[in-house]
């Protein structure tokens, strides 16, 4: 078996190029079914074993799981995935990353083709569009992170929990002035459920509701901050710490100082880049930690699908 192979040479044995075999390795879209056979032939053939997870996508592992997050840049997944992946090492699994891109039908055609590799279990962060139908092969194999399916196993954070907390905390400090930045209702937990809590909030304590909900994005927040802050605002509340940093960029580009940041996520680089933000915790690595383990748990038979919820802790 030679290990000094590279993807260049991998290449030039299958007669494609270099980016097909990168495709290939990071199981891209892009290549033909009979393309992709012969470089995975060529790569067995050759003991081409670039990395860990390329290993376990040729089926040289026999415990393999695959996480798929909804993106790869996303700071509160890439905080669950940090707890998951030395909790899946610890019980000898192998780990595999693929990314869904908020599309459905990448899931499907992701999820064709862990079966296909008899891959023993996923764990999967979902989002709106992703349909019960669409899992039922798994349903004994699966875990679901921030979302919740009848008969399946599923992780989620408390989306009313997280922003009543924000808002009591505001409240019990004066501020009578909230304003919210969210994410459209159709995404059902960081959009619809925080919305809904920041209005319930506001209904049983008579304040007047002022919101937008532009979606996640970091530039998203720094464009619709202006639309919420009126002149008797004085504090503003965002579904996640991306939107937040995007607004807080608004308010010091225009020197704004009278209004105070409170957020969702505590993720590490809001709280070195703004420690003045108020930030609830959602627990984001237990979830991930407890996902892990779930799943595990439901491999080896040891565990029905179980439903969890991970409290918000006010930080």
Not at 95 to 113: C, D, G, R, T
Not at 228 to 241: G, H, K, S
Request: glycine share 6%; net charge neutral.
């Amino acid at each position: 078996m030679d290990n000094r192979l590279t993807i260049k040479d991998i290449a030039r044995l299958s007669g494609v190029g270099k980016s097909t075999v990168s495709r290939v390795l990071n199981n891209e879209s892009g290549v033909s079914e009979r393309t992709r056979e012969r470089v995975e032939a060529v790569m067995l053939q050759q003991g081409f074993s670039p990395s860990r997870s390329a290993r376990a996508m040729r089926g040289q592992s026999d415990k393999v799981v695959a996480i798929i997050v909804t993106r790869l840049d996303s700071l509160s997944e890439n905080l669950a995935v940090q707890t998951m992946l030395p909790a899946f090492y610890e019980q000898g699994y192998d780990p595999i990353m693929m990314e869904s891109q908020f599309s459905p039908e990448k899931v499907v055609e992701h999820l064709a083709m862990l079966k296909r590799r008899n891959i023993d279990g996923v764990v999967l962060f979902g989002f709106t569009g992703v349909v019960e139908d669409t899992l039922a092969n798994w349903q004994s194999t699966l875990v679901l992170m921030a979302r919740d399916a009848h008969g399946f196993a599923s992780v989620c954070y408390d989306d009313t929990g997280a922003i009543t907390q924000l808002m009591q905390r505001l409240y019990d400090q004066d501020h009578r002035h909230i304003s919210f930045l969210g994410v459209p209702t159709s995404d059902v937990t960081t959009g619809q459920r925080r919305h809904d809590a920041y209005q319930a909030f506001c209904q049983q304590h008579s304040l007047t509701p002022v919101a937008a909900l532009p979606g996640l994005a970091m530039k998203q927040g720094y464009d619709y901050a202006g639309r919420v802050i009126t002149p008797e605002t004085t504090a503003l509340i965002c579904a996640t710490d991306t939107l937040a940093l995007g607004a807080s960029k608004y308010l010091q580009e225009r020197r704004i100082d009278s209004v105070q940041l409170a957020s969702v996520g505590n993720t590490p680089l809001t709280k070195f880049l703004h420690p003045e933000i108020i930030t609830v915790d959602p627990g984001y690595a237990e979830a991930g930690r407890r996902a892990a383990e779930q799943l595990i748990a439901q491999i080896s038979g040891k565990s029905e699908p179980l439903q969890i919820v991970i409290p918000a802790i006010l930080t």
